[in-house]
């Protein structure tokens, strides 16, 4: 499963004497891959020794479990401006962290089957 995160984010403005001086601009595209897998549960084979009815192999899987998450940086456009805001930039990487942590947990959700 891969899925983005995109995250656009303006600096504050900040005005000097009568100009209104842009503080800069910060776009960026996240990719995540997400790779889940599920044990193999129970396996029964129905074949049938004299009848013309076909084998039967009935597979059953565990609730798929995260096994491997990749996340990389797929788009970066900033002002210089920008970027010399140490702080801002850890602003954004927990801000793109958390958005990550939550589609995870929402995906998580849907693939939790109950038992029965």
């Known amino acids: 499963m891969t899925f983005a995160t995109v995250g656009t984010f303006t600096a504050a403005k900040r005005f000097l004497f009568l100009f209104n001086l842009n503080a800069g601009f910060y ?3 996240d990719i995540t891959e997400a790779t889940y897998g599920s044990q193999l549960s ?6 049938p ?3 013309f009815a076909p084998a039967r ?3 059953t899987f565990e609730a798929p ?8 940086i797929d788009l970066l456009v900033a002002s210089s401006k920008f970027l010399q805001d140490e ?7 927990t801000y793109m962290r ?3 942590e939550t589609q995870l947990k929402n995906i998580h959700a849907r ?3 109950p038992n029965g």
């Open 27 to 29: 776009v960026r595209k």
């Open 111 to 113: 693939l939790s089957i």
């Open 87 to 93: 702080k801002a930039q850890k602003t954004i990487d």
């Open 98 to 100: 958390e958005d990550v």
């Open 49 to 51: 020794l004299f009848s």
């Open 57 to 59: 192999a009935t597979l």
């Open 65 to 72: 479990d995260l096994i491997a998450v990749n996340r990389y």
């Open 42 to 47: 129970d396996l029964k084979i129905d074949a």
